[in-house]
């Protein structure tokens, strides 16, 4: 059974800093794209950063680039997000995603999510 779980979020003042992480398991990792969405009260998940298999290539959504870098660990079979420059619009719940092709920013295609994690971000 394929198992994500996020952690790391917590509340945050603007202009902080956090570090996602995602651990995977049932899966072969290596072999597994994998994103980060979000997700404000209200609001449709968003599509933020995404990872190709070996961690070669990344994207980032326009509203995170050159805030936030997703980063790879395939021994440790993790997914990170480290966001910089945090502000209050950054607020959500952040789901860590796979599925195993790279490429693509609508949830609807990707197999695999985690329960996120709640990042808050205060003005």
């Known amino acids: 059974q394929v198992q994500l779980v996020e952690s790391g979020g917590r509340l945050v003042q603007a202009g902080g800093s956090l570090r996602l992480s995602c651990v995977a398991s049932g899966l072969t990792f290596s072999k597994t794209a994998m994103a980060w969405f979000r997700q404000a009260p209200g609001k449709e998940r968003e599509y933020v950063a995404a990872i190709s298999w070996s961690g070669g290539s990344s994207d980032y959504a326009d509203f995170v680039k050159g805030r936030f870098t997703i980063s790879r660990d395939n021994a440790k079979n993790t997914v990170d997000l480290q966001m910089n420059s945090l502000k209050p619009e950054d607020t959500g719940l952040y789901y860590c995603?796979?599925?195993?092709?790279?490429?693509?920013?609508?949830?609807?295609?990707?197999?695999?999510w985690g329960q996120g994690t709640q990042v808050t971000v205060s003005s």
């Open positions: 995603a796979g599925k195993m092709y790279y490429g693509g920013t609508m949830a609807s295609s990707y197999n695999y």
